[in-house]
T-cell receptor, first 108, second 113 residues
Framework: DAKTTQPNSMESNEEEPVHLPCNHS???????IHWYRQLPSQGPEYVIHGLTSNVNNRMASLAIAEDRKSSTLILHRATLRDAAVYYCILRDMNDMRFGAGTRLTVKP | DAMVIQNPRYQVTQFGKPVTLSCSQT?????MYWYQQKSSQAPKLLFH???????NEADTPDNFQSRRPNTSFCFLDIRSPGLGDTAMYLC????????????FGSGTRLTVV
């Protein structure tokens, strides 16, 4: 299985941008890069996903390296509600396996 | 709103007493998944159904079983819960293509005493 590597934790100040990195050097050509976040005592929540091109939605932006071996989730202005564990996951056809994720702390 | 609903939200069961957790969806997704998440750990995939085809992870204990009587419902049965099965159990749904995201329920927090 293709795996991802993320920093265990990151800190950000409120209203500043946050760049959450993810390495996936063994990614295959058909793997989509998905990002989810999990707030305390809740199920994971979809954030964004992409294949090759950078992607934007109302929650975040996803920047994908040209060789696809790494990606970065960008929160343009962090709020206290963005404090969560962020998971970078490679999804193939059948299933999705979580790595350890990055715990994001947002300071007021 | 279309969603994934898990019941109950909290469940306490006795050691060795069978327990069933339920998941329903209104998204008409053909794939349903069960994950186990222990405290401070990432969710771990137990098994998934593609329509009625059941796919078990190699390291999922035999104590865990699942049923999917129709597209909308999926059940997780734990035949003889042990103390180590205390965890959050998450249900998720998706379509069978990498381009689709997963929709998760809020989870059932199971405590085995």
């Amino acid at each position: 299985d293709a795996k991802t590597t993320q920093p265990n934790s990151m800190e950000s100040n409120e209203e500043e941008p946050v760049h959450l990195p993810c390495n996936h050097s063994t990614i295959s050509g058909t793997d989509y890069i998905h990002w989810y976040r999990q707030l305390p005592s809740q199920g994971p929540e979809y954030v964004i996903h992409g294949l090759t091109s950078n992607v934007n939605n109302r929650m975040a932006s996803l920047a994908i390296a040209e060789d696809r071996k790494s990606s970065t989730l960008i929160l343009h202005r962090a709020t206290l509600r963005d404090a969560a564990v962020y998971y970078c996951i490679l999804r193939d056809m059948n299933d999705m396996r979580f790595g350890a994720g990055t715990r994001l702390t947002v300071k007021p | 709103d279309a969603m994934v609903i898990q019941n109950p939200r909290y469940q306490v069961t006795q050691f060795g007493k069978p327990v069933t957790l339920s998941c329903s969806q209104t998204l008409n997704h053909n794939v349903m998944y069960w994950y186990q998440q222990k405290s401070s750990q990432a969710p771990k995939l137990l098994f998934h159904y593609y329509d009625k085809d059941f796919n078990n992870e190699a390291d999922t204990p035999d104590n865990f079983q699942s049923r999917r009587p129709n597209t909308s419902f999926c059940f997780l049965d734990i035949r003889s819960p042990g103390l180590g099965d205390t965890a959050m159990y998450l249900c998720a749904t998706s379509r069978l293509q990498g381009t689709y995201g997963y929709t998760f329920g809020s989870g059932t927090r199971l405590t085995v005493v």
